[in-house]
């Protein structure tokens, strides 16, 4: 069996990869003032909860129920639009795992 070191990054290379620079674990970064701060607060405060509205007027978090068997109904939007979800899911994931030490959920503000 494999050992795998948690590392919190988007990617990272192997622990055998031959690479000059490796990710660092987003667990030692904070980004506390600035544009970039204030970016990821209005991410957690309005974004992520309208994204969540948006995908439920397109119909695409209906579509994901439907796939699953726990809705009904023809399937809407483009075809690739479940890229959508990940995306926002990706971005709900990065924002709650800033929230590590703090209570956080996605209709806080």
């Known amino acids: 069996m494999k050992n795998y070191t948690a590392l919190v990054t988007s990617a990272a290379p192997t622990a055998a990869a031959r690479v000059r620079l490796r990710p660092v674990d987003a667990r030692g970064v904070a980004i506390r003032d600035g544009l970039l701060a204030d970016r ?4 957690r405060e309005v974004t992520l909860l309208r994204g969540a509205e948006e995908l439920e007027r397109a119909g695409t978090l209906d579509n994901l129920r439907i796939a699953a068997g726990r809705g009904s109904g023809e ?3 483009m075809v690739f639009s479940d890229s959508d ?24 503000t």
Do not use: I
């Not at 990821?40 to 991410?43: A, C, D, E, L, P």
């Open 40 to 43: 990821q607060r209005v991410n």
């Open 85 to 108: 979800v990940y995306k926002w899911l990706e971005a709900l994931a990065w924002e709650r795992a800033r929230a590590v030490g703090r209570s956080w959920h996605p209709t806080d």
């Open 75 to 77: 399937r809407r939007g």
